[in-house]
């Protein structure tokens, strides 16, 4: 069979036919009597044997040690197309996240385009002070998707860059509360705490208080004073057993108690937030210190129910309590008349 007829019938070229004659891959065992190629049976048959390895990926060198070579083992050619498969996909996945992440971000020219890809490649750097720069070059309000930067900021490991990735965030355009929604129920929970430091940055954004009602129910202390502190600055009753808590606790209790006191300016709260705060300094595991901040928590309320309770334990059995009591009482009586301070 001449190489012409060879090409037509198993579809390779006869270029790559003469390619493989030279490389000693299918060489014919015949010439006609004007010197062209004639292939048998058995080297048409060898054609489609290499046709076959190529398509597993394998190199026309890696073919050849196939063909000839009695110690290449199948498994071992298997598990290296199997590791060299999975490398390509995990590339192409790459790829194709980058080119998701262009067309979201609907640029309206090449320099949109530049402005999102220099930010990925900055971003894929092992380099943590590259990927922070990369965040801090963008202009703000600028073609880069919010999706994108929550997405890199729930993956980001080191705080410095978490951090540029917050501000970069608050100052964007589009809406990355579902994306962060997402990371708020990962199993890791340093996910879950940047996704909630991040929720925290994006004060106006719809949605972005539900999500913080929702982080106080985390396993993770860290995740509920995170949300905590932040629904308290945004009056948001769900945080009075929490911030309490974190008052009892002696974690970050004065930010705590400046959030309590601006929630009881809510009358109908006023009395709820009095009563824990009251309840606590009465439970019989309460110790010295854990008093002392529920007192001082106490002054940041208003009201004169307050300061009766404060008079009250001027004459507590703790003569520490008692005496931290009585100063705050000292202070508050010794206020201008008329003016609205805590406890008046």
């Known amino acids: 069979m001449l190489i012409g007829e060879v090409a037509r ?49 394998l190199s026309l060198k890696q073919v050849a040690r196939a063909l000839e070579d009695p110690a290449f083992a199948p498994s071992t050619l298997v598990s290296d197309l199997i590791r060299w498969t999975r490398d390509r996909l995990v590339r192409e996945q790459e790829l194709l996240e980058r080119l998701c992440a262009i067309d979201a971000a609907a640029p309206d020219g090449w320099p949109d385009v530049l402005r999102v890809v220099e930010l990925l490649q900055g971003l894929g750097s092992p380099d943590a002070a590259r990927r922070q720069q990369a965040v801090l070059a963008q202009p703000d309000g600028g073609s880069v998707p919010a999706e994108l ?32 929604a997402l990371g708020l129920h990962a199993p890791d929970v340093e996910v ?54 974190l008052v009892v606790e002696g974690t970050h209790d004065v930010d705590a108690a400046e959030a309590l006191g601006a929630l009881s300016e809510n009358p109908g709260r006023a009395q709820e937030i009095m009563t824990a705060l009251v309840d606590e300094l009465a439970a019989p595991t309460a110790d010295s210190p854990t008093r002392i901040r529920l007192v001082q928590a106490l002054v940041e309320l208003p009201g004169a129910q307050v300061r009766e309770v404060l008079r009250q334990l001027t004459h507590d059995d703790d003569p520490v309590v008692a005496l931290v009591a009585s100063a705050f009482v000292a202070v508050l009586d010794e206020g201008p008349a008329g003016e609205d301070a805590p406890g008046a």
């Open 149 to 180: 930067l929550a997405e890199a900021l729930l993956a980001e490991s080191d705080p410095n860059v978490a951090g540029a990735l917050r501000w970069a965030l608050a100052r964007s355009a589009g809406d990355a509360v579902a994306t962060l």
């Open 192 to 245: 879950r705490r940047r996704a909630t430091l991040a929720i925290v940055g994006l004060a106006d954004a719809p949605g972005a208080t539900a999500l913080l009602a929702e982080a106080l129910e985390d396993a993770d202390a860290t995740v509920r004073r995170h949300a905590a502190l932040a629904l308290g600055r945004r009056a948001a009753t769900e945080a009075v057993p929490t911030l309490v808590a």
């Open 9 to 57: 019938r198993s579809g390779v070229s006869t270029r790559m036919l003469r390619h493989y004659d030279t490389l000693g891959l299918v060489r014919p065992t015949g010439r006609t009597v004007g010197g062209y190629r004639e292939y048998s049976t058995e080297d048409v048959r060898r054609i489609f044997h290499v046709e076959s390895l190529r398509s597993l990926g």
